[in-house]
């Protein structure tokens, strides 16, 4: 892998491209080993390379989320009894916006993302929006960080990656609480009969 990442960095712009595309459906190059080093070199186009890097992510998960509708599935079904693919399919799309966001600003490769919301046949729309804010959370940060504190901005988010995905997950577990009990709420009130 090693030799396939220096030879993208050698491609520059286009091999950054190249791997934020295909890391969205079958790529096992992260985009992170390309941008930072990109961005680094040129921190003058670091938000620039932090925002292409999320379009053409986002835009590569198309073909993932395609392969997820017409093998996943079916896939499934060939391993897990069908007794069990209605509750795993019920629970999961039930929270997979939160799966989606979580998944597509951490470390975890994107096409995982993509193939199984393709899978779960989760409204394309709404699953390109949080992949669009998840995608930029992640690379557009890593270049606004570079362009304004360059190399020192690779050291602190090295310090502090653990600390800042921690940070994240309890805002988005908070919030997702907040919304799972507001909607279990409004589930429970009583309809009153109008006279």
């Known amino acids: ?23 969205s459906f079958i790529s096992p190059v992260l985009p992170d080993l390309l941008l930072i080093p990109l961005a680094l070199a040129n921190p003058q186009n670091a938000i620039y390379y932090g925002l ?3 379009v053409v992510s986002v835009l590569g ?11 996943g599935l079916p896939a499934a079904r060939k391993f897990i009894p069908d007794r069990y693919i209605d509750k795993i399919y019920g629970t999961v799309k039930e929270n997979a916006l939160w799966a ?7 470390p975890i490769p994107y096409k995982f993302v993509s193939i199984t919301a393709g899978a779960l046949k989760i409204n394309m729309p709404l699953f390109f929006a949080i992949s669009f804010l998840g995608r930029g959370k992640r690379f557009l940060l890593e270049g606004v960080l570079i362009y304004y504190f360059g190399p020192q901005a690779v050291a602190m ?3 502090h990656k653990d600390d800042l995905m921690i940070i994240s997950l ?6 997702g609480l907040i919304a799972y009990v507001m909607k279990k709420s409004k589930k429970a009130k009583p309809m009153v009969n109008e006279l």
Do not use: D, H
Not at 1 to 23: D, K, N, Q, R, S
Not at 61 to 71: A, C, D, E, H, S
Not at 170 to 175: D, L, Y
């Open 1 to 23: 892998m090693e030799a396939i990442v220096e030879i993208l960095l050698e491609w520059g712009l286009t091999g950054l491209l190249i791997a934020a595309f295909t890391e």
């Open 52 to 54: 292409a890097t999320t």
């Open 61 to 71: 998960g198309v073909i993932g989320y395609m392969l997820g509708l017409k093998i």
């Open 100 to 106: 989606v966001f979580l998944a597509s600003l951490s």
């Open 157 to 159: 988010f090295n310090q």
């Open 170 to 175: 309890i805002v988005i577990a908070g919030i």
